[in-house]
């Protein structure tokens, strides 16, 4: 168990919806990151977040946005969905940001997995 | 991610054999992390690696990052089924501000 917690476990949607996932970090981590994973595309970083501000952003689309609270939990909003976007989706979380590099150990949740059909 | 290659995609192995899957990036990376991954479900961190040379190990997993920063090899010993599943490396290059993972290698061990 990694200490990252995410929900739903999985969702069953219709396109043109729009969804929330949610993300708990660990307890004392500061960032959170988002990932998508699917057949085609592999394992792909989405965004970060470092103590409720962006701090790097990878292949989001515009479609999707992201926020981290005050009590550091973070969501992933998902609109207009598309069947492409069917995937399993991924939060990490770390302890810091690093101002230089993302390279900090970053803990896994189990992922909640999207079907939208 | 065609930023991180990574072979071989699959691998078959009797159980006790050596093997090795390796991770190129083209560009020199500041951290080189290794994860497994269990069919469907989430990472799990085994090593990071962040010195040109470096070497880590972990029971029988050991990680190697070359000196230019940009190779880096998996090697596990005498390989037991517990060893299954989807091996990832994941890393941040010096430039830029992104995170990529390798396509992931799906170890199978005969028991």
């Known amino acids: 168990d990694s200490g990252v917690t995410q929900t739903p476990k999985h969702l069953i949607t219709a396109t043109g919806q729009r969804v929330t996932l949610r993300c708990s970090p660990r307890?004392?981590?500061?960032?959170v990151y988002w990932y998508q994973q699917s057949l085609d595309q592999g394992l792909q970083f989405l965004i970060q977040?470092?103590?409720?501000?962006?701090?790097a952003k990878g292949n989001i689309l515009e479609r999707f946005s992201a926020q981290q609270f005050p009590d550091l939990h973070s969501e992933l909003n998902l609109s207009s969905l598309e069947l492409g976007d069917s995937a399993l989706y991924f939060c990490?979380?770390?302890?810091?940001?690093?101002?230089?590099?993302?390279?900090?150990?970053?803990?896994f949740g189990p992922g909640t997995r999207l079907l939208v059909l | 991610s065609q930023e991180l290659e990574q072979s071989p995609q699959s691998l078959i192995v009797q159980e006790g054999k050596n093997l090795t899957i390796n991770c190129t990036s083209s560009?020199?990376?500041?951290?080189l992390y290794w994860y497994k991954q269990k069919y469907g479900e989430g990472l799990i961190f085994l090593m990071m690696?962040?010195?040109?040379?470096e070497e880590k190990s972990h029971e029988k997993i050991t990680a190697k990052l070359d000196e230019k920063k940009q190779q880096s090899s998996l090697h596990i010993t005498a390989s037991q089924p517990s060893h299954a599943g989807i091996y990832l490396c994941?890393?941040?290059?010096?430039?830029?501000?992104?995170?990529?993972f390798g396509t992931g290698t799906s170890l199978t061990v005969i028991p």
């Open positions: 994941g890393a941040d290059p010096v430039t830029g501000n992104q995170f990529y």
């Open positions: 977040y470092y103590n409720g501000e962006e701090r």
């Open positions: 560009k020199t990376l500041y951290g």
């Open positions: 990490a979380s770390s302890v810091a940001g690093g101002p230089v590099s993302l390279s900090e150990t970053q803990y």
């Open positions: 307890s004392g981590d500061l960032s």
């Open positions: 690696l962040q010195k040109g040379g």
